[in-house]
C-alpha cells in the first residue's frame, strides 16, 4: 500500500537538473498535470535561470531546492527523470538523496526513470529493508544496479512504493502508473484517452 | 521527392506559442536533435521571456520570430505541434502562415501534429494543388479540416512532403518519420535503438 496525504489533491515533486533528459521530465510533468496532480518542477542548480536539458531544450523550474517556500514534506510523491548529467547531478546531491530516503520510508512513491535510477541506489534504499528490491533503469546503467537491486527489464516496475522505468520511450507508461497509484487506474485511463498512445492501460 | 539542401546538416524549425502542446513540441525537439537534426526552437510570442505551455512547462525559445539572426530560408523544415491555444496563435500568425506556404511551395518538410494541422490550413496549403491533399489531426479538431482535406486517421500521415500526426502520443512516430525523411530510416532505427520505444520502425 502506497501512503498518501488525505488532501484531495495529490502532489508531486519533479526533480530537474542540467542534463536531465528533457522528455522524460515533461512527459512525467504534463500527463500528471493532465490527472490534476499538482507538479513542482524543483531544479536543484544553485542558478536562478532555466535548466538545459540534455537536447539543449531549456526549462524554467517552479522552483529551486532551498526555496523556503517549498515544503517538501508536504509532497506525496518524488520523480527522478534521467539523462546521464542530470541524474548523476541528482545522484549526487545530498538533499536530494535525503528526500529520496525520507519518502521512501513514509511509504510515499518514489519514482526513477532511465539513469535516474541510480538516484535510488545513492540515497541507499536498497538497505531500507531486509528483502532485495526490484527495480529496473536504462540498459545503460544496468552494470551499476544489478549487484545491488533485482534487476528487472520490464517496461515499468513496481515494488511496493518503489516505482522505476527504462526510457523516454517507456516514459507515458511510467507516468500512466503514477496516476494509477496516485489517483486512480480510472483517472489514467481518462487522462490516457485523448493522448492517442499505441497502447492500452 | 521532399527537397532538401545540399548541406549535410538538416536543419528544422518547430515553432512554439504560448499554449503550445509541451510533450508534441519537447518530443520533436529531442528526437530530430539526436539524430543531428540542428533545430531552432522559434517562438512567436512577442515577449522576450520563456514560452509557457499547455500544462504550464515554461520553455526557453532559442530565438522569436522576427529576430534578423534567424534565416529562415536556410531551414529544410518547419514543424507546427498542437496544444489548443498554442495551435492557434501559430495558425493566426501571417508570418507563420507564408513560412509554411513558402516551404510547401519549395517541397521543402512542413509537418503538424495534433490542433497544429489547422496551421496547415490556413496557410491555404490545401489551395496549391489541383488534387485533395491527405492529413491527420487530433480528432477534436477534425470537424475543422475534414471538408478541406482527405481526412486520414493513421498516426502519422505523408502526403509529398506535408508530414502530420494527432496528440502526444504519436509523437515518437511523428519525429522518428522526420528524421527518415530528412535523414534516413537508418538513421531513425539508430535514434530509436535506446529510446526503449514499444514499436519497431
Keep these: 500500500m502506497v501512503s498518501s496525504s488525505t488532501s484531495q489533491v495529490k502532489k508531486a515533486i519533479v526533480f530537474i537538473a542540467n542534463g536531465t533528459e528533457e522528455m522524460e521530465a515533461i512527459i512525467t510533468i504534463d500527463v500528471l498535470r493532465r490527472a490534476s496532480i499538482q507538479v513542482l518542477v524543483l531544479a536543484v542548480e544553485t542558478s536562478t535561470g532555466a535548466i538545459t536539458c540534455s537536447r539543449n531544450v531549456r526549462i524554467v523550474p517552479d522552483a529551486y531546492l532551498g526555496d523556503d517556500s517549498v515544503k517538501i514534506s508536504t509532497y506525496d510523491a518524488v ?48 538497505n531500507k529493508v531486509p528483502h532485495p528490491i526490484c527495480l529496473t533503469s536504462h540498459p545503460s546503467v544496468k552494470d551499476q544496479l544489478k549487484n545491488d537491486f533485482v534487476y528487472k527489464e520490464d517496461r515499468v516496475v513496481v515494488d511496493s512504493n518503489l516505482v522505476t522505468s527504462r526510457g523516454p520511450g517507456t516514459t507515458f507508461e511510467f507516468a500512466l502508473r503514477l ?23
Design 79 to 126: 520523480i527522478i527523470p534521467g539523462g546521464a548529467d542530470g541524474a548523476a547531478t541528482l545522484s549526487q546531491n545530498a538533499q536530494v538523496n535525503s528526500v529520496l530516503a525520507e519518502f521512501y520510508a513514509q511509504n510515499k512513491i518514489v519514482a526513477a526513470i532511465c539513469a535516474g535510477s541510480l538516484a535510488i541506489k545513492s540515497a541507499g534504499i536498497q
Design 179 to 201: 496516476v494509477s497509484l496516485l489517483v486512480s487506474e480510472d483517472k489514467a485511463r481518462e487522462v490516457a484517452g485523448p493522448m492517442m498512445l499505441n497502447f492500452e492501460i
